[in-house]
C-alpha cells in the first residue's frame, strides 16, 4: 500500500467520522425538540386573570339568522365543513410547547415555537399590567367612533338585505343576515333568485329540499325553488367568503331577482391592533407630554420651560431644534433633539411628536410663557370625555387680547386647474357637556392632542419656515377640532422694539420670514386648490 492510498483511506475515515458526528447532533436534536420540551406557562398557572377575559365563545352560544325567525317549520341540513368557516368561533390558543435549546441545524431546522406573554411578569406586576391594560382599552374604545349598525332594506323592492355593517375579516368567511324574497307565492312557478360577488365566493351553509343550488364556491351563485317559503329558508344560509385579500376594501354583492337588483356592501377589514399607552398614574404628568420647536430663540425657549416647570414640575418636555449652533438645554424630564440646520417647522414637529410616549401632548410655541390659566387638566378633561382628537386654548398677546384663531374651512369643487377653498373666522357649535368649548377646523398653535390621531396625519416636511393652517388641511375629515376658552397661556412680547432685538432675534426673523409664493405653490399643486379666500 502506497502512501497516497494511507492518506487516502484516512481522510475517508475521517470524513465519515464527521458526518456520523453531524447525524448523531441533528437527531439528538430533534429527539430533544420532540421529547424534551418545556412547557410555557398556561393561563391556568396565574391566579389573577378576568374571567371575561379567558371565555372562549362556543358554536352552541352563537345566535344565527335562521333561529329566530318564521320559517321554523322548514327543515334543513346543515354542512359542517361550511360550518367551521363561517362561525366566528374564537380560537385565540397556541401550542404551550417550545424548544428549549435552539438546534446547530438552525439555517435549516426551524421549529415551531410559541411565547405566552404573561409569563414574563410575576403575579403582582401581571394584576397591574392587566389593569392598566384594561383601562386604556376602555378609554380607547370610549374615544373611538362607533361601529356602523346593521340596517336593512325592508323589501319593498320586493328585495330584503343588509344595505350597511355587514363586515369580514380577509380571506374569511360570512353569513349574508336578513336575505329575503318578498312575492306572491304561485304554486308551481319556479322562483330564482342570483347573487354575484366580485372578491370572494359564495355558497350555502345548509341544504333545503325542494331548493336547487348553482355555483357554490364560485362568485355567482344561483338559488332556485318552486316553494317560496323554501327559498326564503335557504336565503337565511347563504355565505360570503372573501378571496382577493386586501386590508381594507369593500365588495358590492349584487342580490338580482327578475329586473329587481340590490346591492349588498360587504366591508373587508383586518382587525386592527391595539395602540395602548403604558402609564402608571392617573395624573396630568403621565398623561401629557409638553411639546415645542425651536429655532435660535434659547432665551425664549428656556423662559418657557422655567414657566413650565413652576406648573407641572415633573412633566416630560420634548424640543425639537433646528438651530446652526445648537445650545444645551438641559433638565430633568427635558428631552433635546437636535436636527440639520434648518430642516423647519413641520419637519420638527414630526420629531418631537414621533417621540411621545404618552396618550396625549401639549403643543405650544417657544415663545410661550405658561401661567395659572394654563390648565392642563381642563383640557385633559374635555378630550377624554369626548371624541375629539384636538382641543384648542387662548394665547394672550400684549395688553391682555386674547385669541383662539378659531376658523372654519369650506371646499368647493372646482375646474381642471383646482377646487376653491374658502376660510373665514369662526365655529360651528358649542361641545355638549362643556359649554366654553366650540367645534371648528383650524384653532391656535396652543392645543392638547391626540398623540395617535395627530401622528396618523402628521405634518408636511415640506412647511420649512411658516405653516399652520396646513396641518389642519391635511386633517380635514380625519380629526375633531374644538377650542376651548377657559384655558390659556400668555405669548411673550412681540413689540418690536430697536434696542430689545438680539443678534440671533435678527437672525430668526431672517431666516423665518419666506415669500408666500413657496406656500401658494404647495396648496395648488398639493391640494388642487385654484383660489383661497379669507374671510
Not at 502506497?2 to 492518506?7: F, K, L, Y
Not at 374564537?90 to 428549549?100: F, V
Not at 338559488?223 to 378571496?243: E, G, K, M, P, W
Request: with cysteine; aromatic share 10%.
Amino acid at each position: 500500500m502506497t502512501p497516497q492510498t494511507v492518506i487516502t483511506c484516512k481522510h475517508r475515515s475521517l470524513m465519515k467520522v464527521m458526518l456520523g458526528a453531524c447525524l448523531s447532533v441533528f437527531v439528538v436534536g430533534m429527539t430533544f425538540n420532540l421529547f424534551f420540551t418545556r412547557t410555557i406557562r398556561a393561563p391556568s398557572d396565574f391566579k389573577y386573570i378576568p374571567a371575561a377575559w379567558t371565555k372562549v365563545k362556543a358554536v352552541q352560544d352563537t345566535k344565527f339568522p335562521w333561529e329566530e325567525s318564521d320559517l321554523q317549520d322548514v327543515p334543513f341540513t346543515i354542512k359542517q365543513e361550511v360550518l367551521k368557516m363561517a362561525v366566528k368561533e374564537k380560537n385565540c390558543s397556541c401550542p404551550d410547547e417550545n424548544p428549549l435549546i435552539k438546534v446547530p441545524l438552525h439555517p435549516i431546522y426551524h421549529p415551531p415555537s410559541s411565547a405566552y406573554l404573561p409569563a414574563v411578569f410575576n403575579q403582582t406586576e401581571l394584576r397591574d399590567v392587566v389593569n392598566r391594560r384594561h383601562a386604556e382599552r376602555k378609554r380607547l374604545k370610549r374615544r373611538s367612533p362607533p361601529e356602523a349598525p346593521m340596517l336593512f332594506a325592508d323589501g319593498r323592492s320586493p328585495l330584503s338585505y343588509p344595505t350597511q355593517g355587514l363586515q369580514v375579516q380577509p380571506r374569511k368567511s360570512t353569513i349574508i343576515p336578513g336575505l329575503k324574497l318578498h312575492v306572491p307565492n304561485d304554486k308551481g312557478t319556479s322562483v330564482t333568485v342570483e347573487f354575484i360577488a366580485r372578491l370572494g365566493v359564495l355558497a350555502t351553509l345548509a341544504d333545503v329540499p325542494g331548493v336547487a343550488v348553482e355555483g357554490e364556491g364560485t362568485t355567482y351563485l344561483s338559488v332556485s325553488a318552486d316553494n317560496l317559503t323554501h327559498l326564503n329558508r335557504q336565503l337565511q344560509f347563504i355565505v360570503y367568503t372573501n378571496t382577493y385579500f386586501d386590508p381594507d376594501t369593500v365588495d358590492y354583492v349584487e342580490y338580482r331577482y327578475a329586473g329587481f337588483v340590490g346591492v349588498i356592501p360587504v366591508r373587508i377589514h383586518s382587525k386592527t391592533m391595539l395602540q395602548a399607552f403604558n402609564y402608571v398614574e392617573d395624573d396630568v404628568a403621565s398623561k401629557v407630554t409638553v411639546v415645542t420647536k425651536t429655532f435660535l430663540r434659547y432665551e425664549k425657549l428656556r423662559q418657557m420651560i422655567d414657566s413650565v416647570r413652576q406648573f407641572y414640575p415633573t412633566i416630560t418636555i420634548i424640543i425639537a431644534d433646528d438651530s446652526e449652533h445648537p445650545e444645551k438645554v438641559e433638565g430633568q424630564n427635558i428631552e433635546h433633539y437636535i436636527m440639520p440646520f434648518k430642516k423647519g417647522w413641520f419637519a420638527g414637529r414630526n420629531l418631537a411628536v414621533s417621540q411621545v410616549t404618552t396618550p396625549y401632548f401639549l403643543w405650544v410655541d417657544d415663545d410661550f410663557i405658561f401661567t395659572q390659566e394654563t390648565r392642563i387638566d381642563l383640557l385633559l378633561r374635555v378630550i377624554e370625555n369626548t371624541n375629539l382628537d384636538i382641543v384648542g386654548g387662548v394665547v394672550y398677546e400684549e395688553f391682555g387680547i386674547g385669541n383662539s384663531w378659531t376658523q372654519k374651512i369650506r371646499i368647493e369643487d372646482g375646474d381642471e386647474l383646482g377646487d376653491c377653498m374658502f376660510q373665514t373666522q369662526g365655529h360651528y357649535h358649542t361641545v355638549e357637556g362643556f359649554p366654553e368649548c366650540v367645534v371648528a377646523d383650524v384653532v391656535i398653535n396652543f392645543f392638547l392632542g391626540d398623540t395617535a390621531k395627530v401622528r396618523s396625519v402628521g405634518f408636511d416636511p415640506q412647511l420649512a419656515r411658516v405653516g399652520h393652517k396646513e396641518f389642519f388641511l391635511d386633517g380635514l375629515g380625519k380629526l375633531r377640532v374644538a377650542s376651548c376658552s377657559h384655558v390659556s397661556i400668555s405669548h411673550a412680547s412681540k413689540i418690536p422694539f430697536p434696542w430689545k432685538k438680539s443678534k440671533s432675534e435678527l437672525q430668526y426673523r431672517e431666516l423665518r420670514d419666506q415669500p408666500e409664493s413657496i406656500k401658494h405653490k404647495l396648496l395648488f399643486y398639493k391640494f388642487n386648490l385654484k383660489c383661497v379666500h379669507v374671510d
